[in-house]
């Protein structure tokens, strides 16, 4: 009879030993389980972050080498170029169509002063102060128009075979086919590279030798700006450069390892070149409203500068057209030194 129970009380506790174990090693795993999740929670903004690193790197060294490639091709002659192999990951790469227009107009001689104005797309005037302009001459990648009038004090009208969405340089000439003045419209495409980040999109737009950032709920901001060069020469002449790019592409470059596009000039073209007199143009960029604002500000510091000093009757380099926002338009101020101005236009097609 003694030793029933005896029996009964060591198989109870084999019983309560073994249930300890089971429990214990289910609370380690829990443990185990819930400091795993909080590191996890913990170290995954800082993952999320070097992931989003990484992207934006890779998309600022493809930004970096479509515009070394760019530069290359543009200066190629016309159907020449070259095809490249980029690895694009979490990257995109579209075009942007008609993002930026220019409007550049200068005099070829000092002997008068020409104003050309578009009237619509089919019509423009000319207005030469010294009647001397007698011909002019419409170029557009479609071909060129030719119209001769009489000399007037007035505004002549001139009726033309349409305009182009891409260009167009009106010449106006003499009586014995000097060109007096020169009229260009231009209307410039893009490349925009948009990455993937953990907030949202990431884009970069390559535009016309500048380029225009914007993070995940940010405004653009213009890191780089359009390619206007303003020199003072040794000899005291001065000398501006002004170098633009249309990148035209059709459909957009998907993603992978080894993706495949190719750069095809169209051919360079010299819009301007030698000794230049009332230099004015104006840009618009269609990106967004603030990118405009940004060019105006970084070519006014200047002179903006030297009118709060008061010293602008000394003052050379750009300045307002018109109004002092440069809404109007920008132009040069030489004080009367020659002003030699180069104008050179890169066309490409980019397409994968």
Sequence with gaps: ???????????????DRAVSEVLGVVMLLAMVITIMGGVWVFLNPYLTDFEDNTNWNSATGIADRIEDRIEVAGNAPDGTGFRNTLAIQSTSIRSVQNVESWTIAADLTPHDAVVVQHVNDSALTVYSANESARSVTVERPEGVFTANFTASHEPVLVNHDGVSSHWMVVTVYDEVGTPLHRSVDLSLSGLQISTSLGQGEHEIVLMNNARAERFPNGAWDVSVMPALRFDRLANDEVRLSVLLTDVRSEGAV???????????????????????????????????????????????????????????????GFAPFERASGADGFTVQSQGLP??????????????
């Design 254 to 316: 998907g993603s992978g390892n080894n993706i495949g596009i190719e750069f095809v000039s169209r051919g360079p073209m010299a819009l301007f070149t030698g000794e230049a007199h009332n230099v004015r143009f104006n840009v618009h960029n269609h990106l967004h409203a603030v990118v405009t604002p940004q060019y105006h500000e970084t070519w006014l510091t200047d002179y903006t500068i030297q009118r709060s000093a008061g010293t602008l009757d000394s003052y050379i």
């Design 1 to 15: 009879m003694r030793r029933g129970p005896s029996s009964g009380r060591r198989r109870l506790q084999a019983d």
């Design 339 to 352: 002003l030699y101005f180069e104008v050179d236009f890169q066309r490409l097609e980019v397409s994968p």
